[in-house]
């Protein structure tokens, strides 16, 4: 699907295109659009009227276009936005649009914005483009449909009052979108087709973007001294690998904020096997490296004015002769050692390594993590909230704000020395779990221990990032969660 933005004239109304006209408030119209619709000859009073039409949320209207417009039909959305998450509302009326773009037999589609400002159009492009993706690349009925079909993917034209600034702005949030689409596509492959190596390969493209990539090989990663990540992957016969990513838009300023990403490409537990049910989900695993990867592509797609680095860790999970067990004693990177309890904690130990590796090399002012980390926080949130972890109370406040701009929200959890206690062992410096109570907080307090001087907060998106339920944006098993919350940190909160 293309979107094409044009200067909106009078003109415009005599082609021949399916037509959506929105309607902001309570089904009236006032302003540019009341003067643009009174000179079209478009009684929307009249359709109002004879339709029962009241402009709420999500309502809309399908009518045949009036004889003096040339139109197939023309919709119109009632729309009110919501004023504590104007970024979502207006991605949401894009995802209702698409939606019915989507049943409409057409190739050419017009949508008329008379009011509505550049950033909110682009909003509401960037919402078609979410509520219409698909993961059905592996569906064969689709590759005979598509080699069947000869109509060409539908061009929507955006018609504007400000071609260049909204032209702009669909840009930019396209860009976002570009990334979101990219998460969403790295958690919903299958674990036979996304191991470590095509995952960094992946990576690699962003070069052209101008992300420089470094791939760690498993010899490396062991001679820079990372045992417990290492421990991880030892069942597996795909290699670890680790990728480090380079993005400077900002050269002069030295200031660094580093990423983290869990990058478990399939997590069976290990010898601590999980339950065969629901086990396929767990090629999800490694949602929060995704969204980094998707996020990196946003930054420089958007020339945003930050410099970044992103350590993602790259393995898998499995049983198998080599793997770790429990009872097993593993030296981290840092010189502590971890009694492993069970393998199924696998997650924390991959941070461990690459937490101490981000502030040990690059000493960044701000450290943020994110990984689908415990199943335990969504025993305490649901899938409604991800869960915050955070050493300092600005960068908790600033991360919530910029995630509830896109609905993807965070939700404070305690960090505190009681928690240490439940992860002290009596064989080594640590143990990797706390017990069942408060696993999600035992988890972070774990990351903690690979804190020093740095201002760090902890996502754990477990909840939040797959079988999610759907909505407006996201008809996908995988949302991307994580890419437009951190996209907006970082180019308007991080300070």
């Known amino acids: 699907m293309n979107i094409n933005v044009k200067q909106l004239k009078k003109s415009d109304l005599e082609l021949n295109h399916s037509y959506i006209l929105i309607v902001k408030g309570r089904a009236s119209l006032s302003g540019n659009a009341l003067k643009f619709w009174q000179k079209s000859g478009f009684d929307f009073a009249a359709i109002k009227q004879s339709e029962n039409f009241n402009g709420k949320n999500g309502e809309l209207i399908d009518i045949i276009a009036p004889q003096n417009i040339k139109a197939n039909r023309i919709i119109i959305f009632g729309f009110e ?50 509520n219409i993706y698909k993961f059905d690349k592996y569906m064969s009925k689709k590759e005979q449909d598509k080699n069947k079909k000869t109509d060409k993917e539908p061009i929507i ?29 790295l958690i919903n492959e299958p674990a036979n087709m996304l191991g470590p190596e095509e995952f960094s390969n992946i ?29 991880v992957a030892k069942g597996s016969e795909r290699p670890a ?17 580093a990423l983290a990403g869990k990058g478990v490409m399939f997590d069976s537990g290990g010898i601590s096997l999980k339950p065969a049910n629901s086990m396929q989900d767990m090629k999800a695993d490694m949602g929060g490296a995704a969204a980094i990867l998707g ?10 004015k930050n410099n970044v680095v992103a350590i993602i860790g790259l393995c898998e999970n499995m049983p198998d002769g080599k793997a770790y067990r429990p009872g097993d004693i593993i030296k981290t990177l840092s010189g502590q050692t971890i009694e492993v309890i069970s393998t199924d904690a696998e997650g924390r130990l991959v941070l461990a390594d690459i937490l101490w590796y981000a502030q040990k090399r690059f000493k960044p002012r701000i450290l943020i993590d994110l990984a689908t980390l415990t199943g335990a926080i969504m025993v305490g949130l649901g899938q409604e909230f ?20 896109y609905n993807e929200k965070l939700w404070p959890m305690p960090l505190h020395p009681a928690y240490d206690k439940l992860i002290d062992s009596k064989f080594a410096d640590m143990k990797n779990t706390g017990g069942r109570y408060g696993g999600a907080c035992t988890a972070a307090q774990f990351l903690a221990r690979f804190i020093k001087d740095v201002r760090w907060a902890h996502i754990d998106i477990a909840g939040v990032g797959f079988a999610v339920k759907q909505n407006e944006i996201n008809n996908s098993w995988a949302p991307g969660f994580g890419v437009a919350l951190l996209s907006e940190y970082l180019q308007n909160f991080a300070d």
């Open 81 to 130: 936005p919501d004023e504590k998450q104007k970024y979502f509302s207006f991605m949401r009326l894009g995802g209702i649009i698409g939606r019915k773009i989507s049943s409409i037999k057409t190739n050419k589609i017009s949508i008329i914005f008379t009011d509505e400002s550049d950033e909110e159009i682009a909003l509401i492009g960037a919402g078609i483009k979410l």
């Open 157 to 185: 034209n955006f018609l504007v009052k400000n071609k260049k600034g909204a032209q702009e702005a669909v840009e930019k949030r396209q860009n976002l979108v570009s990334g979101i689409l990219l998460a969403r596509d």
């Open 203 to 231: 990576a690699l493209k962003l070069t052209d973007l101008g992300v420089r990539v470094e791939v760690f090989a498993k010899e490396q990663i062991e001679k820079l001294g990372m045992g417990a990540f290492l421990a």
């Open 241 to 257: 690998k680790m990728l480090v990513l380079h993005y400077n838009g900002d050269k002069e300023n030295d200031n660094l904020i």
């Open 295 to 304: 996020l990196m592509k946003v930054l420089a797609l958007n020339k945003v």
């Open 386 to 405: 991800a869960g915050l972890f955070t050493n300092d109370k600005i960068l908790a406040d600033k991360l919530m704000e910029a995630g509830e701009k």
